[in-house]
């Protein structure tokens, strides 16, 4: 497929080859549970790296591995592509301007219907030790969505759980944060979720912003589309998907925001030339994984745990 996709370009086997043919940087999209021992290695050899979500399966090991990379003056970023969604920048235009009042209640869902596991996939077999389940999945992306709109997270409560025969680890999830600034998030992932239609829901003092379906250009991409084929049209949503503003009776739809994935790894080659910031910072993640590990001890012990 390398090939087809990609012609001329070299397949090599090793990070250490990769570094012998001159390359600066790399990318590690590999199964979630080698993240770590992947990135460290990489920033070894002197190669910056962006490390596809989750950094890590626990916050002690992504704390590591950020001294490292702070140790040995590389760059580092996290993959967290949901940044760029369509409907989340339409987020936070209308929070930015005050359209929808006082924010108190945030509900964000990514749920499919699939029933069954998919034996032919790591994800069914892996376990949350090994980068398996929605929680280091899935619900990574939605944490940081909820971080980056409200800031710090004070208290979580969760439910992760599993439905599905052959799966290892959660795949039906529910995360309630309570932020700092009062903000309620409730977040939903889920494998066996047969409405798979809402996607966002924003409850303010003016109104309530409402987004049913999901940002094109994960299909886009799968449908053989990319940035450099689609031009300016790459991320642009047709006026059906767009969300809408809610005021009891009243429903006025909003124009989305251009979804920009595409703008992700040239921010992070201009991080490496020292000409911009980077576009997830470690720490970043390293927060989010903190919230998804306390995610953990409330599901198991049944209660809200306070974050420091």
């Not at 503003?245 to 595409?262: H, M, T, Y």
């Amino acid at each position: 497929r390398l090939a087809t996709d990609h012609p001329g370009v070299p397949a090599l086997p090793t990070l250490e080859a990769l570094v012998e043919a001159g390359a600066e940087a790399v990318a590690i999209s590999s199964p979630s549970g080698t993240h770590s021992a992947m990135t460290e290695r990489a920033l070894e050899l002197g190669l910056h790296v962006v490390c596809d979500k989750p950094f890590a399966v626990e916050a002690p090991a992504a704390a590591v591995t950020i001294e490292k990379a702070e140790a040995l003056r590389r760059v580092v970023s996290v993959y967290q592509n949901r940044r760029w969604d369509s409907d989340f920048l339409t987020v936070r235009r209308l929070l930015a301007a005050g359209d929808l009042g006082d924010i108190h209640r945030y509900e964000s869902r990514v749920e499919r219907w699939a029933p069954a596991a998919d034996p032919s996939s790591w994800k069914a077999g892996a376990t949350p030790a090994q980068g398996g389940g929605m929680r280091l999945d899935l619900l990574t992306h939605l944490v940081d969505q909820a971080v980056v709109l409200f800031g710090p997270v004070a208290s979580v409560y969760a439910e992760l759980d599993i439905r599905r025969a052959g799966s290892a680890a959660d795949d039906d999830d529910m995360l309630a944060l309570h932020h700092v600034n009062g903000v309620r998030s409730h977040l939903i992932t889920s494998k066996v979720s047969g409405d798979t239609s809402r996607r966002i829901r924003v409850n303010g003092s003016a109104g309530a912003y409402v987004v049913n379906g999901f940002d094109g250009q994960e299909a886009e991409l799968i449908a053989g589309r990319t940035p450099l084929t689609e031009g300016d049209s790459w991320g642009v949503e047709a006026p059906s998907a767009w969300g809408r503003i809610v005021r009891g009776d009243l429903s006025e739809p909003v124009e989305s925001e251009r979804g920009r994935w595409d703008t992700y790894y040239p921010a992070f080659a201009a991080a490496v030339r020292g000409e911009g910031p980077v576009p997830v910072e470690p720490r970043e993640a390293l927060r989010v994984l903190e919230i998804l590990d306390a995610a953990v001890v409330s599901a198991r012990e049944n209660r809200i745990v306070t974050l420091a």
